[in-house]
């Protein structure tokens, strides 16, 4: 019989394990120790949830929970290497931002919520960002792109190509 290989390499569970005395109760530890899957992974496979609760002594749908309650997480498959969320919330509406988001999409050929062929960029809507005095804005890993045009897409799109072609 072959068993299943690990989802969670020695590193992950360390940075988990490294945490635990910032929090309370091991359940508390529940959403870094996703984010840190995520950011490894790109997304939080189900096996991965099962490892998670075995680490934390927790039952798997207290895991499971946590993941489904925020819509950051992504499950079935990895999002792109880069993933950005444009704003249109009613600030960045007002200002063009949905034009921003479908320019955006068509340039890259996929639907908001989808990922390239070739796994470069997840391009995404997101409510609000929290920038609306630099509306329409994107953010793009840990960089918010302010007063989005169609020309200053079409930058971060060549941008993302180059770093990531």
């Known amino acids: 019989m072959i068993a299943n290989p690990r989802i969670l390499t020695d590193g992950m569970v360390a940075r988990i394990e490294a945490l635990a005395s910032r929090y309370p109760t091991k359940q508390a530890l529940t959403l870094p ?10 997304h939080v496979p189900l096996e991965a949830v099962v490892e998670i609760a075995q680490l934390l002594d927790l039952a798997p749908a207290e895991v499971q929970d946590t993941l489904t309650f925020y819509q950051f997480f992504y499950q079935e498959k990895p999002h792109g290497k880069v993933r950005a969320f444009v704003c249109r919330s009613i600030s960045c509406a007002l200002r063009g931002g949905e034009q921003v988001l479908d320019h955006l999409c068509k340039k890259a050929g996929i ?6 062929s070739d796994g470069t960029i997840t391009i995404e809507a997101a409510e609000c960002l929290g920038a609306c005095d630099f509306a329409p804005c994107m953010l793009a890993g840990s960089d918010l792109h302010k007063d989005l045009t169609h020309e200053k897409a079409d930058a971060f799109l060549e941008s993302v190509r180059r770093q990531n072609g």
């Open 33 to 42: 120790a996703l984010h840190i899957i995520h950011d490894e992974l790109r």
């Open 111 to 116: 639907n908001p919520g989808e990922t390239t």
